[in-house]
């Protein structure tokens, strides 16, 4: 493969060729096998969690609907826009770097961790949510309420299928009580859809009923296993986005000090592989996690 | 355990496809043998050939030989083949169990196995099942991952929390097999096995009506009161004795800790094995375990008759040399001398110190 | 005189380099900031010689309670922890780091003929969160351990253990990462950083070997991470996956966890079967039988090995079609193993062969590794399973190939390169002595537990029937030859940097590129940088050796 030749005892050393390599070729070769093989790894570590993810899905379909029903989509696909304009910027950092353009690839450092953390503010917005709707699986991590004056505690002769969404809005007049912070999930409709219309899975016959009722619990608790994959997954992706970032200040301090140009901008070139990869992620997150059960809003089947 | 011989090669065969899974093992021991044999030989007598015989010298240039490396691929993987059907044949005779098997339902869980027969007999530990008959068992567990193993009948199936999990055999031989549990589950896991007794049929009819070698109630208290339980290393004086004296108790007042007294009647002694802790007498540690679940209602009535014929005076037996008296420390009563290992000391899960011992208990319980 | 002269001239020099990579400099954070892999190498050497004696320590504890049936010398939740920390210290902290971390960071670079390794940095890097993640380790191993047996099986450990988990398990954790980026290390720099005329099939099966073991570790490694950290949260906030109390599913985690942890066992051998390769070739002084073969051999385990963890599940409620697939494939991955040995024999014929300590160890090691892997075809047979999985046939199984395989080929090299790495020869006397007690101890101890597994006895259990103790007494009596044999090293070893006659460049005058430069060798591995013209264990004419020169010099006094 490759062929260098000797190195002299006096060599010329460009900036920022390190002392193992022979010339910069080696350098920038050496560097992307390692971009690449880190990214390789860092999808096996995600795909550990897309297997749990496979599988809890194929055994509780109606529970991850119910749950990705709640997720705002609208907020899921302004991230995924903004990735991927952020990827865009990222690009172009990397042509402008390699044209040896410093001040454009400044800003577009800026641009792109400005779209960066506007990703990370939209998930702090709806982590946020999640809190105030009782939604994160770890009990004490809700928002503890307990009701105002009046107020009804969870509908207590209804049957889960006919509550009206998952707990209402904190707003709203009735419910949302949760002393203990616990995760709260009440509306077991699509469950019932799916026992009237046939079509649970094997798995789901079981774990939805105890005493061949259907059981608010029982599919609550697989409801919060969408939403523990939901906080993994999201949350997982996010700290990656962090690092990104600081990768991201890093170069931006490094761009400004104007160490890139036609010669060297591996640098610049694998963190956009890095901010690349963390992109992809999401466009695979967020199918999968927000768009599940939509058809059942618009009374599909 | 029973051997064919004093050099322990395989275990009895038991059931009726134990001898499969022994031909497989004996098949793979031949092959490991016949590919064994010549590659030692071949190191052995190479090495010496082929010695070095002066300094430095270098062996012959030989890269390689395709005839060979294909020999040698396809040899093993043929080999390795056969393997894999003779296996898959045997696996698949021992998950499917014919149609005509009785069922029994096994639950474990930390540290002990619960077997119901669907005549309703109820076991602890214990499976007794008729000779020839072929058992299905229907198996799950309250708790953590177990495993149901039974050598002699080479079979083993894991208990799964929150589903069944099946295993069947027809028992060919009667006599006394090991039950192990194979599946680590914390502390007891080497304390949680127990017996299958295979039974000539009318032997097991005669089971199943209760009438059990036809002891009285006072005599199968007795038994499980100085062999079985181990209640006698505790309670039948010498210098182990740290629980209440029972001669004579039955009908008496007793004075319980904390002020107060108590009339020892049926349900007190009944109470004092199921929930010791909430009647402890004056002048005692509350260190008695509890034998709940452990214990049948049958058993529970025998032993209540026993201490009821406890008169004052009678010395009940000290712990025989044979009985296995269980410490109350985490420990197993594996001697095998008795046939009923149970642990009475059942570690509380929230309390165990870094230690892994159970602090209700006395360390250095020299039981043995 | 030609480059490829001026490297052979360094071939004769003997004694010890005044300046090497040892003494360049001796400050204390010369060596803790060093990016030299080599002082790396020696780094992960005394760290994993630690793991390994307190792994050994737990060993010989458990041996010791076994010597009797019941649970007398320890209480069983002390046993309990005492084999759990036994099999995590000795897998994460002293198998998988072993041979990459020490031998493979010290010679990869030299072998090829590089200055370093492509990414010094990354490979400190590497060692310090090996360092802390056993620090981690040992803390939890100090406030009170785990019981739950390495393989951390859900629900015990997520609801039932009263242990530290989570700590462990983060140091698990955190131990991948050191794992991953060694093995990323190792693919770009067996990729990039080879000599001119240093090609694919000019690469000793040292390094094959570690470039497929580095795509397991790449590959593999992340999966046990997430779980382990799936596991360890699930732990802490009682949500989670496993626990099927609260919706989860606990052979899901079995899964996960074995899809790595089988990957492991081949990240623990192959690199094994790579010193093996370089010993039995070296020693009997003749190229190896059928080096592609080997090569492609080692590529094909890593690649297949990923395939079976299935065959761990037989038992454990998974669906027998899939534990069919599973046998077939485990099937399948015995036969590269298999083609391997036969080629390591076929290179004895009409070799040369001398009998040093390190040969010992490859010849041990083709022993011991025969039965390992026969074995593993007991276990791959499902029926045989049935019975056989879960006993002590399964823990004679894995310590006839991770000790009897893996742990003899470390002797085996660090024996073969001690010369290299300290510049110093250990008594050949005493190495001999303890490869043949390791060799004798390793049998009395382990095969009388074949014979224990098919009678029944289960493993991880602290008391026993008495009809088992014959031959756990065996084990145990085994057990301490073994263990006297394992220590020895370690005396003579250390003894032999201060008193070892030196090697000087090329002690057994060996065609490798390795052996073409000092013992110890200079900071940069090379004083020029190598050209390479001859094939992989070349050692006709075309390698360059003036064995007559070697001849004379062996036959005269050693003048330093």
Same mark, same amino acid.
């Given at each position: ?8 005892k ?292 | ?51 070095e015989?002066e300094k430095y010298v ?62 309703? +007999?109820?076991?602890?530990?214990? =499976?007794?099942?008729?000779? !020839?008959? &072929? %058992? /299905? *068992? $229907?198996?799950?567990?309250?708790? @953590? ?94 210098? +182990?004795?740290?629980?209440?004296? =029972?001669?004579?108790?039955? !009908?008496? &007042? %007793? /004075? *319980? $800790?904390?002020?107060?007294?108590? @009339? ?105 | 005189m030609n480059a490829q002269d001026a490297v052979l001239e360094t071939g004769y020099q003997s004694g010890i380099p005044p300046v090497n990579y040892l003494n360049i400099k001796t400050t204390?954070?010369s060596w803790?900031?060093t990016?030299d892999h080599k002082r790396i190498a020696l780094m992960?050497l005394v ?55 020490v031998l493979?960071n010290f010679l990869?670079p030299i072998m090829?003929g590089a200055k370093d ?78 000599a ?82 370089e010993l039995?070739?070296n020693f009997?002084r ?68 001398s009998?040093d300590t390190p040969m ?52 085996g090299g660090i024996h073969y390169w001690w010369p290299k790495m300290t510049g110093r020869m250990y008594s050949e006397f005493w190495g001999k ?56 090293p370690v005396i003579y070893l250390v003894h032999s940097l201060k008193f070892g006659k030196p090697a000087g460049d090329n002690p057994w005058m060996l065609p490798g590129l390795e052996w073409r430069t000092t013992s110890p060798p200079p900071l940069e591995n090379f004083a020029t940088p190598p050209?390479?013209?001859w094939?992989?264990?070349?050692f006709?004419?075309?390698s360059g050796l003036d064995l007559e020169e070697a001849r004379r010099r062996a036959a005269a006094p050693a003048i330093l």
């Amino acid at each position: 493969m490759s062929t260098h030749g000797h190195s002299d005892k006096f060599v010329y050393h460009e900036p920022g060729l390190q002392h193992q390599f022979s010339d910069m070729e080696q350098q920038e070769e050496s560097v992307s096998i390692g971009m690449w093989m880190f990214l390789v790894q860092e999808i096996m570590f995600f795909g550990g969690l897309f297997t749990a993810y496979l599988v809890f899905r194929s055994k509780y379909p109606m529970a991850f609907a119910a749950g990705s029903n709640h997720l705002d989509a609208f907020w899921g696909g302004l991230n995924t826009i903004v990735l991927i304009v952020s990827s865009l910027t990222m690009a172009l950092t990397v042509y402008y770097a390699q044209k040896g353009n410093r001040n454009l690839q400044v800003i577009f450092i800026i641009l792109t961790m400005l779209f960066g953390a506007t990703f990370l503010g939209v998930k702090a917005i709806e982590y946020n949510d999640k809190y105030h709707h009782g939604l994160v699986p770890i009990a004490g991590l809700n928002l503890r309420a307990k009701g105002t004056a009046g107020a009804e505690q969870h509908p207590e002769g209804k049957p889960c299928w006919e509550v009206a969404g998952h707990s209402a809005e904190p707003a709203a007049e009735h419910q949302y009580v949760n002393p203990k912070g616990e995760f709260e999930w009440a509306d077991c409709s699509l469950a019932k859809l799916a026992q009237d219309e046939g079509y649970l899975t094997t798995a789901e016959q079981i774990g939805y009923f105890s005493n061949g009722e259907l059981d608010g619990n029982k599919f609550r608790d697989k409801v919060r296993i969408f939403y523990y994959l939901y906080f993994v997954m999201t949350g997982l992706h996010a700290l990656h986005m962090i690092v990104g970032l600081l990768l991201m200040t890093w170069l931006l301090w490094t761009a400004y000090k104007g160490y890139y140009n036609a010669d060297y901008y591996m640098p610049v070139e694998m963190s956009g592989l890095y901010w690349h990869f963390v992109d992809i992620v999401w466009i695979f997150l967020f199918p999968l996690l927000y768009l599940l059960g939509r058809h059942f809003l618009h009374a599909g089947h | 355990m029973q051997t064919t011989n004093w050099v322990p090669l395989f275990p009895e065969q038991a059931s009726t496809f134990a001898w499969q899974v022994d031909a497989l093992y004996f098949y793979l021991v031949a092959v490991s043998i016949a590919f064994s044999i010549p590659i030692v030989l071949a190191i052995f007598v190479f090495g010496m050939k082929y010695r070095e015989r002066e300094k430095y010298v270098s062996g012959a240039e030989i890269h390689g030989s395709m005839v060979l490396e294909t020999t040698w691929s396809i040899i093993p993987f043929v080999v390795s083949m056969t393997i894999f059907l003779g296996g898959a044949i045997v696996f698949f005779n021992q998950m499917t169990p014919p149609d005509d098997a009785m069922t029994v339902y096994v639950v474990g869980k930390q540290w002990m196995w619960k077997m119901q027969h669907e005549t309703g +007999q109820r076991e602890i530990n214990e =499976l007794h099942v008729p000779l !020839g008959r &072929t %058992v /299905k *068992l $229907t198996m799950t567990t309250e708790d @953590v991952i177990h495993d149901f193993g039974l050598p002699e009948f080479r079979t083993k199936a894991d208990v799964v929390p929150g589903r069944y999990t099946y295993l069947w055999f027809t028992p060919t031989k009667p006599g006394k097999y090991h039950l192990f549990c194979q599946e680590y589950c914390g502390l007891n896991h080497s304390g949680m096995g127990g017996w299958v007794y295979v039974m000539e049929q009318r032997d097991y009819d005669n089971w199943l009506s209760g009438n059990v070698s036809g002891q009285t109630p006072v005599e199968m208290g007795k038994d499980l009161f100085e062999n079985k339980l181990g209640c006698a290393s505790c309670h039948a004086g010498g210098p +182990q004795q740290r629980g209440a004296k =029972l001669e004579g108790v039955f !009908g008496s &007042t %007793v /004075k *319980l $800790t904390g002020g107060g007294t108590v @009339v020892a009647d049926d349900n007190y002694i009944r109470n004092s094995i199921l929930n010791p802790a909430s009647q402890v007498v004056e002048g005692y540690q509350p260190i008695m375990p509890t034998f709940k679940g452990q214990v049948t209602e049958e058993q529970l009535n025998a032993l209540v008759a026993y201490v009821k014929s406890l008169t004052p005076g009678a010395a009940t037996k000290s712990p025989s040399p044979g009985a296995t008296a269980p410490s109350p420390a985490n420990t197993t009563g594996g001697t095998g001398a008795s046939a009923n290992n149970m642990t009475p000391a059942k570690a509380d899960r929230g309390k165990q110190n870094a230690a892994g011992s159970n602090p209700n208990t006395p360390s250095n319980s020299n039981s043995r | 005189m030609n480059a490829q002269d001026a490297v052979l001239e360094t071939g004769y020099q003997s004694g010890i380099p005044p300046v090497n990579y040892l003494n360049i400099k001796t400050t204390l954070a010369s060596w803790l900031l060093t990016k030299d892999h080599k002082r790396i190498a020696l780094m992960y050497l005394v760290s994993v010689s630690v793991f390994f004696m307190i792994g050994g320590l737990f060993a010989a504890t458990i041996r010791l309670e076994l010597l009797t049936p019941a649970s007398d010398l320890l209480e069983t939740g002390t046993y309990n922890k005492v084999f759990t920390e036994h099999g995590i210290m000795m897998i994460f902290f002293f198998l998988i780091p072993s041979i990459p971390a020490v031998l493979g960071n010290f010679l990869i670079p030299i072998m090829i003929g590089a200055k370093d390794l492509a990414l010094p940095r990354i490979n400190l890097i590497s060692l310090y969160i090996y360092w802390f993640a056993g620090a981690l380790a040992l803390y939890g191993l100090m406030v009170g351990g785990v019981d739950t047996g390495w393989t951390f099986y859900t629900p015990y450990s997520t609801t039932f253990s009263n242990t530290y988990v989570m700590i462990v398990g983060l140091a698990i954790f955190i131990n991948g990462f050191s794992s991953i980026l060694t093995g990323l290390n190792f693919i770009v720099t067996i990729h990039t950083m080879r000599a001119p005329g240093m090609t694919w099939f000019r690469l000793p099966l040292f390094v094959w070997a570690h470039y497929a073991v580095s795509l397991v570790m790449i590959l593999g490694t992340p999966v046990v991470a997430i779980t382990v950290l799936l596991l360890a949260i699930e732990r802490v906030s009682r949500v989670g996956i496993f626990d099927p109390s609260i919706g989860g599913d606990p052979i899901l985690f079995q899964h996960l966890f074995w899809f790595y942890s089988h990957p492991a066992v081949y990240i623990m051998v192959l690199p094994g079967m790579g010193v093996v390769s370089e010993l039995i070739s070296n020693f009997s002084r003749k190229k190896i039988f059928g080096y592609e073969f080997i090569a492609f051999s080692s590529i094909a385990i890593a690649v297949f090995g990923f395939l079976v963890w299935g065959h761990h599940l037989f038992v454990s409620g998974q669906s027998p079609y899939a534990g069919m697939v599973f046998s077939f494939l485990t099937m399948v991955v015995a036969v590269p193993s298999a083609i391997k040995m036969f080629n390591w024999t076929a290179t004895l014929y009409k070799g040369s062969v001398s009998f040093d300590t390190p040969m010992l160890y490859g010849l041990g090691f083709m022993g011991l590794f025969l039965i390992g892997g026969l074995t593993g075809l007991f276990l791959g047979s499902m029926g045989l399973d049935v019975h056989l999985t879960d006993t002590y046939f399964v823990v004679a199984h894995f310590h006839y190939v991770m000790v009897g395989g893996q742990v003899i080929a470390y002797l085996g090299g660090i024996h073969y390169w001690w010369p290299k790495m300290t510049g110093r020869m250990y008594s050949e006397f005493w190495g001999k002595i303890s490869a043949m007690l390791v060799f004798v101890g390793f049998n009395l101890t382990f095969f009388p537990q074949f014979l224990l597994g098919y009678m029944g006895m289960p493993r991880r259990y602290a008391a026993y029937p008495p009809e088992f103790q014959v031959l756990n007494i065996f084990s145990t009596a085994g057990a301490s030859v073994l263990g006297i044999g394992m220590l020895m090293p370690v005396i003579y070893l250390v003894h032999s940097l201060k008193f070892g006659k030196p090697a000087g460049d090329n002690p057994w005058m060996l065609p490798g590129l390795e052996w073409r430069t000092t013992s110890p060798p200079p900071l940069e591995n090379f004083a020029t940088p190598p050209v390479v013209t001859w094939e992989a264990y070349e050692f006709g004419e075309g390698s360059g050796l003036d064995l007559e020169e070697a001849r004379r010099r062996a036959a005269a006094p050693a003048i330093l």
